[in-house]
């Protein structure tokens, strides 16, 4: 690492982390020392994967008691991108062009890059946005001179049918094992210790908090709605900005990617599509050859990709905060992997990956999270014997057994009862015919 000892470099990860509250403040020198430790890592870059949240955006479903609870108090509609948002992509897209320009020529090129994004109108509106800035129109690329902007395909697939970006594929055997969690002794004694908060929000918003995630909304509603320097209700304001209601919506994030098992389900098609792609470049094997992948997502898409990395710290992912999965080729021809997480406005420092640091090869990069990588997520997905704990199966064979004995049991029946109805029918003629 040169003049960037292996300690300093985990110093410096460990002084990133520490800010991942999404506050912009950082000391002055660490913009100048992440660009130096970028400069020291290893390798040629070849190829990014980039994911990032969606921009501003308005509440998605104020409570019942909401005094701002009306569309003419907003500029826009509930849920939907507004044009600060559209700024902040757009300023990112800008961001990603100047870090990225090594892999990106300055005109628009299917074959350099791809987008994809969740089906959600502002997710859809942030890529559309972050590559307004992305790609500001140049030469015969320039259509309307009185317009600094070009059509770029942004690619989608409905939640419903999307297990990898949008993870709202169904899966019986996530929510089964998402069960057992919650009614795991941790997390119950959890949702006990924060109880009397949560019965506080619903009786004054006059919707109950039944999850951390219903916590989670409420809290992000009062931050738009701090943000739009609308005055919040006063018992809103006794508990907003608070440490219980802050923490219990930062550990929403954590849930659904909280065991492995979680993970594997959840996060780990998404990993797994981007190491796939990731080894795919290496290998000359992708068709065709791009440099850059971009995603367009949510704040859960960036907690569980973070926290299947085992890189989480307790957060709320903010507007347009971003990983950033960079592939570099050693003079040894050797694929190393780096995973950069910008969530302010300074320069991103390199994560430090779990038993491999800040640049990881690829290969190992596999090994460590073999255990979140699904081999085949749709049969993992179903709720069978391979899916089941061993008492389970047990339990479901000797269901089995049983259901087949009682099936028998009801064929020998009803073969009794034919029978019994021809013998009645033969005694019958016979006492006819002798009468």
Request: glycine share 6%; with cysteine; hydrophobic share 35%.
């Amino acid at each position: 690492m040169g003049k960037y000892p292996h300690y300093c470099v985990k110093a410096l990860f460990f002084l990133c982390s520490c800010f991942h509250l999404g506050h912009a403040f950082r000391p002055t020198y660490v913009e100048e020392e992440a660009q130096g430790v970028r400069a020291t890592l290893p390798g040629e870059l070849k190829f990014v994967h980039v994911i990032f949240r969606h921009g501003d955006r308005m509440p998605v479903d104020p409570y019942p008691t909401d005094p701002w609870n009306n569309r003419k108090y907003w500029p826009t509609g509930w849920g939907q991108l507004t044009n600060r948002g559209k700024q902040q992509h757009y300023e990112l897209g800008k961001w990603l062009r100047k870090r990225y320009s090594s892999l990106l020529d300055a005109r628009y090129d299917r074959e350099q890059v791809f987008v994809q994004s969740t089906d959600v109108d502002r997710t859809l509106m942030s890529a559309q946005s972050n590559l307004a800035g992305l790609y500001e129109p140049v030469g015969n690329d320039v259509w309307n001179p009185l317009i600094k902007w070009q059509p770029i395909p942004v690619h989608s697939v409905p939640e419903k049918d999307d297990p990898v970006l949008a993870a709202k594929a169904p899966c019986p055997a996530f929510d089964y094992y998402l069960e057992n969690f919650k009614a795991s002794a941790e997390f119950q004694a959890k949702w006990a210790r924060y109880k009397d908060l949560f019965d506080y929000l619903g009786q004054n918003s006059g919707r109950p908090i039944k999850s951390f995630m219903d916590a989670q909304y409420f809290n992000n509603t009062l931050f738009i709605e701090t943000l739009y320097n609308r005055t919040l209700p006063e018992w809103a304001q006794k508990v907003y900005g608070g440490a219980d209601l802050t923490y219990v919506s930062n550990f929403a994030f954590s849930i659904n990617t909280y065991t492995r098992q979680l993970a594997r389900l959840k996060g780990g098609p998404l990993l797994k599509d981007v190491l796939t792609r990731l080894e795919s470049k290496h290998k000359k094997q992708l068709s065709p050859d791009r440099s850059v992948f971009i995603y367009s997502a949510h704040d859960t898409t960036i907690a569980n990709m973070l926290n299947t990395l085992k890189l989480f710290q307790l957060h709320s992912p903010p507007y347009t905060a971003c990983i950033m999965f960079e592939l570099r080729v050693d003079d040894n021809n050797r694929p190393l992997v780096s995973v950069f997480y910008k969530n302010t406005t300074a320069e991103p420092l390199p994560m430090y990956i779990p038993g491999c640091g800040v640049s990881c090869p690829l290969s190992k990069m596999y090994a460590l999270y073999e255990d979140v990588l699904p081999e085949n997520w749709t049969d993992e997905c179903k709720r069978s014997t391979l899916t089941m704990t061993y008492e389970e199966a047990n339990l479901g064979a000797a269901t089995g057994i049983l259901i087949c004995i009682i099936a028998a049991l009801l064929c020998v029946s009803y073969g009794l009862m034919i029978y019994y109805r021809r013998r009645d029918y033969n005694m019958h003629t016979s006492y006819a015919q002798m009468a």
